[in-house]
């Protein structure tokens, strides 16, 4: 069906990308593709439907088949009945306000016939159960319905193969379960054969049939437990395996849960979590959010103490990122008062307001300004008065390799979200705050990010974090707060309030039950 015949690519000016691949996909195979942050997955993704290198530029050896016919050199257009192609951000690949409307979208630019159109257009919504949704405006969607949409409106096209890039980055748990059991189905009803690239492999290794994983220049593919074995990036459930010498590795935690015995046995009691007892840096109460009668955030009482990390969670929609703008002060307070250190951010200008706040949001590439790397880093040095550097070592910590010359927009979303990363903490402020920090992040960028928080913490910040990486969460947060339409409905410990939620509890949990969260929690254990 797809097949790529000892392909090589390099970007222009760049040293190869990845050389000599070869590749094999069939009818009904579900792929996950996977590598650390800036591996090139997506450019590998890119391949399938010409945006690589028609719209990149570089230079591209080798051949690209879909179903035996080589697709070098022809440009995506002719390519959109054979291959839907999904990107990172559904929301930047819609064009048109209505659902019923962006089905429809391709099939008028291949010219079908109207009748065929409505056809298709009915199957879709019954297909991936969006037919409720069919007049609703696609910005007022949740993330996960909007994903369902962006897939919808490349499956009305027909094609054979659909590419989807991190398409449960922005979703809550539950959310990104219903993306990809209809994801599944289509491979099963409809025999289509599917590609994802996804950094949360957790999530998408139960639904795998075979694993590519991208790593230091090279492809490497096979079936999921044989490449996981000795792959540079593996979920938590596999490092778990790995830790207690399990073979063949389990991937998923309904086979891990049943050679848990003995591991249980040589597990003691985890070690105790340090209680934050330091005095607050925020105290916001009876914060309210709302644009025009809808109400986003309903009188939150929140406390933050000096050494503490809070995550914030809750489904899609919850008011999350309300919240979090609103204790910045750029977000206008419908009620309540927000203090950072005795001043209300709201009342500062925006570069006192950073010195207290300092915020990620979750389209971080919208603080990056310059022309590369370099001057960003050298920028951000120069706001926060700190040494020559500093942003850089922040940046090579989180994602290693970018180079100082290129220019932002050219990164991958993992990268571009480590560049703002490292601006916005080369300051140091009072309280971080950070909305979904992990999207396009692999597991060492988010070992490395949780790192450098714990040192924030460790120094007297408060941190907020903002997610629906449960994994992340467990490893970072001393407590964790769980909002549902806009009201806070759970808080306290971590351990407390993740193992007591399905939707929200880690894989180490499910496997091993309360107390244990996390990997390194039982290896420090097992020592």
């Not at 929609?317 to 009620?335: E, F, H, N, V, Y």
């Not at 010359?405 to 990164?411: I, K, M, N």
């Not at 402020?429 to 714990?454: F, N, Q, S």
Request: contains cysteine; charged residues 20%.
């Amino acid at each position: 069906m797809l097949e790529l015949r000892d392909v090589s690519f390099a970007y222009t000016g760049t040293d190869w990308t990845w050389q000599h691949v070869d590749l094999r996909l069939d009818e009904g195979e579900l792929v996950l593709a996977c590598g650390r942050t800036g591996s090139g997955k997506s450019t590998l993704l890119g391949l399938f439907n010409g945006i690589v290198p028609h719209f990149t530029g570089g230079t591209l050896a080798g051949d690209v088949l879909v179903d035996g016919r080589s697709i070098i050199g022809l440009p995506p257009r002719e390519l959109a009945h054979l291959v839907g192609f999904v990107p990172q951000d559904p929301l930047s690949g819609f064009v048109s306000d209505v659902v019923e409307d962006e089905l429809a979208y391709g099939m008028e630019q291949l010219g079908l016939p109207a009748q065929t159109m409505r056809r298709r257009v009915e199957e879709t919504l019954d297909l991936l159960g969006i037919a409720d949704l069919r007049r609703r405006p696609i910005r007022a969607l949740s993330g996960g319905q909007q994903q369902r949409v962006a897939i919808g409106a490349v499956l009305t096209m027909h094609p054979r193969v659909l590419v989807l890039d991190e398409p449960t980055s922005a979703l809550d748990p539950t959310a990104a379960e219903d993306v990809l059991a209809t994801v599944a189905r289509l491979v099963d009803d409809l025999g289509l054969t599917v590609v994802i690239a996804e950094h949360r492999m957790e999530r998408v290794i139960p639904f795998a049939d075979r694993l590519v994983v991208v790593h230091e220049g090279s492809v490497s593919v096979g079936e999921p437990a044989a490449v996981l074995a000795s792959s540079p990036v593996a979920p938590p459930i596999v490092e778990l395996g790995r830790l207690a010498g399990w073979s063949p590795l389990p991937l998923s935690v309904r086979e891990a849960r049943r050679r848990r015995t003995e591991l249980l046995a040589r597990l003691g009691e985890p070690a105790a979590t340090p209680s934050r007892s330091g005095d607050a840096v925020l105290r916001a109460r009876g914060v309210s959010v709302a644009y025009k009668s809808f109400a986003a955030v309903r009188g939150v009482d929140l406390d933050v103490a000096a050494g503490e990390v809070v995550g914030l969670m809750g489904r899609n929609g919850s008011g999350k990122s309300s919240l979090l703008w609103a204790l910045r002060g750029a977000q206008k307070r419908a009620a309540g008062t927000v203090d950072v250190g005795g001043v209300d951010p709201a009342a500062l200008s925006a570069a006192d307001a950073r010195a207290r706040i300092g915020l990620v949001p979750q389209t971080a590439a919208d603080l990056l300004y310059l022309e590369t790397v370099a001057e960003e880093c050298a920028a951000a040095d120069d706001q926060a008065a700190v040494a020559s550097g500093t942003c850089r070592g922040l940046l090579d910590r989180l994602a290693p390799g970018i180079g100082a010359d290129q220019h932002p927009r050219d990164l991958s979303e993992g990268q571009r979200l480590a560049l703002v990363l490292a601006v916005v903490l080369t300051s140091s402020p009072t309280l971080v705050v950070l909305d979904e920090p992990t999207r396009g992040l692999d597991y060492a960028g988010k070992a490395a990010l949780a790192a450098i928080l714990h040192d924030l913490a460790s120094r007297g910040h408060g941190v907020i974090v903002a997610s629906h990486d449960v994994e992340f969460v467990a490893e970072v947060a001393d407590s964790v707060v769980v909002m549902a339409e806009g009201e806070v409905v759970s808080r306290g410990p971590a351990a407390d309030v993740l193992a007591e939620s399905p939707s929200f509890a880690p894989q180490v949990s499910k496997v091993l039950g309360p107390p244990w969260l996390t990997v390194p929690q039982v290896r420090e254990a097992l020592r």
